[in-house]
């Protein structure tokens, strides 16, 4: 497995990322910021190299945390994070739906230098696609934002073909962060045939289905009230209780190759480009090291092909119908 990979043809990162937004967010109530920031710099002292926030990632929290975790190894670092949603810029609510009008992005990127303390930004993403500021402004924002030194590498996250092609057109577009995993192979579709063409890399968000791959989740599995979990339909009681097929495969091959299911999982997703570098999120510093332990293994045809079936064995619903509604297509 190379040292590094890279996005674009030109970011050159760590196979494997990590994911920050569990930290603050997301997966019930905040973990212990000395702690966090304790695992950060383990992280980069176990070479990862790719750190993925954004504004939304508890109202602030996350971007802040990861400044003070990272400021003092800045240049060994690639950091990336996120504007899009609307949120108010002084108090970090999010006001729910989208936002992107220049202006907007331009402020939002000037708090999201201070709280990351840095004067760029590594990757720049959009965060959703907001489908009432044409997605040429939005691009021309963050190439003027590049030629003034703040950011160094656009993103766009779950973005459809036809807003990749638009955006990459008037600023090359570096990555594409989206779902994909073992279980969410919609990108195959169409998305990543568009990657390959343009030369833009993928960035693979919840690689561990949400956790779920890892095999510790189980039908009575019972989730905080503050854990988004509790409402996407494909970890409903009852779907948990089916998708432990899916479980029971990655479990099977994990064992023949002395490896756990979340690595399996991981080397799958690398095994499939080499311009895609997923960012699995943990808390733990035995899950990370667990995590970064899949740079190393390499699956066989037969791994593939068995695991390539994976994806029939799923039931339930990505998403609620709401949250469904502010992908890209």
């Known amino acids: 497995m190379p040292i590094t990979r890279a996005l674009g043809g030109s970011l050159a990162v760590a196979p494997i990322g990590l994911g920050c937004m569990s930290m603050s967010s997301g997966y019930g109530p905040p973990a212990d910021r000395a702690a966090m920031r304790a695992l950060l710099r383990y992280a980069v002292d176990r070479g990862v190299t ?12 996350n971007e802040s945390l990861v400044g003070e975790a990272l400021a003092p190894v800045r240049q060994q670092v690639v950091i990336a994070t996120k504007f899009g949603f609307d949120v108010d810029l002084d108090t970090g609510e999010n006001r729910g739906g989208l936002n992107s009008r220049p202006e907007y992005v331009r402020a939002s990127v ?22 009432s500021v044409p997605i040429e402004d939005v691009a021309g924002t ?14 766009l996250s779950e973005a459809g073909v036809n807003t990749i092609r638009r ?21 195959e579709t169409e998305i990543l045939g568009v990657l390959d063409e343009l030369g833009i890399g993928c960035v693979p968000f919840s690689p561990l289905g949400r956790g779920f791959l890892t095999g510790t989740i189980d039908a009575d599995t019972t ?15 009852q779907n948990r209780g089916a998708n432990q097929r899916i479980v029971e495969l990655v479990t099977r091959i994990a064992v023949q190759r002395a490896a756990t299911p979340a690595q399996i999982a991981l080397a799958w997703l690398l095994a499939q480009r080499p311009s895609i570098v997923p960012i699995p999120g943990t808390t733990k510093a035995h899950r990370l090291d667990e995590n970064i332990g899949a740079r190393a293994l390499v699956l066989t045809a037969d791994d593939l092909h068995a695991l390539d079936g994976a994806a029939a064995l799923v039931q339930g619903a990505r998403y609620v119908e709401r949250l469904q509604a502010q992908i890209d297509r």
Do not use: C, M
Not at 50 to 61: E, I, P, R
Not at 172 to 184: F, H, I, N
Not at 223 to 237: C, G, Q, V
């Open 167 to 187: 955006a990459h057109a008037v600023q090359p577009v570096t990555a594409l962060q989206s779902e994909y995993s073992l279980w969410w192979r919609e990108p």
């Open 110 to 131: 000037e708090g999201s230098l201070r709280r990351l303390q840095t004067d760029y930004v590594d990757l720049l993403y959009q965060h959703r696609v907001d489908p």
């Open 223 to 237: 989730f905080d009230s503050t854990d988004f979990r509790h409402n996407i339909p494909r970890l409903s009681a």
């Open 50 to 61: 790719l750190f993925d926030t954004a504004q939304v990632y508890g109202a602030f929290a």
């Open 142 to 155: 963050v190439r003027d934002l590049i030629s003034e030194g703040k950011v160094r590498h656009f993103g």
